[in-house]
């Protein structure tokens, strides 16, 4: 028998699955290394969190390969899928990771610093244990290609977009995964205009107008739109001249705004959403307002891109589990049609809505979809 093992490296977690080779893929085991960092925690699918100890990427992925042991129980690993964040001009299909598509690849890290040199990582590790699997990336910015030129491009000289200076949109593989599961459970929503907010640790919103992807608050890089844990989100480009002028290098604006800023920043206790809401130090509430101020403030401009909302979905970790963010984000948004039902959103239901537009809570699976992606490629 054979599987498929995905990894998807994230700013602050590895997730992972082991599927069974089907059609659909069969889960066997789903878990993720999280809170990387001097505590980071195993926790495997249905299993209580196991903490191992200081874990960067490289110490995560060997505990990854230890623990998926049982779960293979002799299966063969044909196929190895990975989360790629950032596909650039070029990617914008699921791709067999030969050393050229790699080269590429790497040009891109300096476009998606947190993300793509522990995706690229996790490849030429699993090249190693797995040497004669295939390896497919499946691309973040993917979901996203084909947008209208209007969300695509910056007013900048032309010459800027044609060299690839333009919007990418990010988190395509947890879109992919929403508008899958309208398709198949809400196919009338599916066909009209849905906004989704991939709420977590890195934080997005999409227009998606009958499962096609028109518009996205992410753009170049991975810090546009949204606060997220320890990025900045949107940010007038004079204040990167302004830090310039004062004598901040390249390395040190980076690090502020990948590391340091977003909500660990506003609040100056933790990038944690949890945290934050257990927290009484006004600082907390502070960065929690400017949270939901900027989805409230991007839920507008994603209706304006569609011409109306049918429907919102929540995923992500936090759009999945902090009710009180849902409740906060709905609250007088009558005039889009959106209300909250209190006690649905409270068990965290899958509706949660009381007005006319749906409002959904749908857990966002991209390990899914890397697997089906590396499932057609070893079934073609």
């Known amino acids: 028998m054979s599987a498929i093992l995905t990894l998807n490296a994230g700013s602050s977690s590895v997730k992972f699955g082991v599927y069974q080779v089907a059609e659909e893929p069969v889960l066997l085991l789903k878990g993720q290394v999280e809170n990387l960092g001097p505590l980071a925690r195993m926790k495997l699918q249905g299993g209580a969190a196991e903490e191992i100890g200081p874990a960067d990427h490289a110490v995560a992925l060997h505990e990854i390969l230890h623990a998926i042991q049982p779960a293979l129980d002799g299966r063969v690993v044909m196929g190895v899928g990975h989360r790629i964040v950032h596909g650039g001009k070029s990617f914008g299909e699921p791709e067999v990771l030969t050393e050229r598509v790699l080269a590429k690849l790497r040009t891109l890290e300096q476009l998606a610093p947190l993300h793509q040199p522990h995706n690229l990582a996790a490849v030429y590790a699993a090249q190693k244990e797995f040497p004669e699997s295939v390896q497919i990336g499946c691309f973040d910015t993917a979901f996203h290609r084909g947008h209208p030129f209007v969300n695509d491009t910056f007013a900048l000289p032309r010459k800027y977009y044609e060299h690839g200076v333009r919007r990418y949109g990010f988190h395509g593989l947890s879109y992919d995964y929403i508008t899958s599961c309208l398709r198949h459970d809400w196919p009338d929503l599916y066909k009209g205009r849905v906004v989704v907010a991939h709420l977590g640790n890195g934080a997005s919103m999409c227009a998606i107008r009958g499962g096609q992807s028109v518009g996205s608050t992410m753009g170049f890089s991975a810090l546009d739109g949204l606060p997220m844990g320890t990025r900045c989100g949107q940010l007038d480009p004079g204040v990167l001249l302004y830090l310039m002028a004062q004598g901040m290098g390249a390395d040190e604006i980076s690090n502020l705004l990948y590391h340091d800023s977003g909500l660990k920043g506003l609040s100056e206790i933790s990038h944690d959403m949890r945290t934050l809401l257990d927290s009484d130090d006004p600082r907390a509430a502070q960065a929690v307002d400017y949270y939901v101020f900027r989805i409230r403030r991007e839920l507008g401009a994603m209706a304006a891109i569609l011409g109306g909302i049918d429907g919102l979905v929540f995923c992500g970790g936090i759009g999945e589990h902090?009710?009180?963010?849902?409740?906060?984000?709905?609250?007088?948004?009558?005039?889009?049609?959106?209300?909250?039902?209190?006690?649905?959103?409270?068990?965290?239901e899958t509706r949660i809505g009381a007005g006319a537009t749906e409002v959904l809570v749908i857990p966002t699976d991209e390990e899914r979809v890397i697997a089906r992606s590396v499932a057609d490629a070893l079934l073609a």
Request: aromatic share 4%; net charge negative.
């Open 322 to 348: 902090a009710a009180a963010i849902r409740a906060r984000v709905l609250e007088g948004m009558e005039f889009l049609g959106l209300a909250e039902n209190a006690a649905a959103n409270a068990a965290s």
